[in-house]
């Protein structure tokens, strides 16, 4: 379910959840709680403290990311406005389309960072340099 539309190709939703006496269970499918097919899934977990990550913007690929222990701020820019996102427990996701610089930071102790995504890693999908993304942002340089 949609909780915020952040920017036009970004958005924080929560996950369905399962729960009951037990505990909880979440689960996603392609196509039906991310909106693309599922290609690689990946983690960011045993982050030191203060450590900053991400510094990029992607050319296509579309992410899907749920802290699944502890928490993060994700911060997402797209060219003109910044925004940020806590996810502070796995009922959260923020979808990031293509054509948003992101950053990482505030990871707590012992968090885990899953992130679903559109494709396999290549890394001339990346734009690492924040003047170049300004460029593209702005349609000045492709
Ligand atoms: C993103 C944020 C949220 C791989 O070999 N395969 C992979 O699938 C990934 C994601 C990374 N790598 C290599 C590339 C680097 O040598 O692992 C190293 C660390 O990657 P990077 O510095 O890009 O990690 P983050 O945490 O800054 O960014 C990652 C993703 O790369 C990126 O797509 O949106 O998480």
Redo the contacts with the bound molecule.
């Keep these: 379910m949609l909780l915020k539309q952040i920017l036009p190709n970004c958005a924080l939703h929560s996950n369905r959840v399962n729960g009951d006496n037990r505990g909880s269970l979440i689960a996603i499918e392609a196509e039906r709680e991310v909106p693309f097919k599922i290609e690689?899934v990946?983690f960011?977990y045993d982050t030191q403290p203060g450590v900053e990550?991400?510094?990029?913007a992607?050319r296509s690929?579309e992410?899907w990311?749920i802290c699944v222990t502890g928490s993060c701020v994700?911060a997402v820019d797209d060219g003109r406005t910044r925004h940020e996102a806590v996810l502070d427990t796995p009922e959260k996701a923020l979808y990031?389309g293509p054509g948003l610089w992101?950053e990482?930071h505030d990871f707590s102790p012992g968090a885990v960072?899953a992130?679903i995504?559109s494709a396999?890693?290549d890394?001339s999908?990346?734009i690492r340099d924040y003047d170049r993304f300004l460029a593209i942002a702005r349609g000045e340089q492709t």
């Design positions: 690689r990946y960011v990550r991400g510094f990029h992607h690929l992410q990311l994700i990031i992101r990482m960072l992130v995504a396999r890693f890394e999908d990346y």
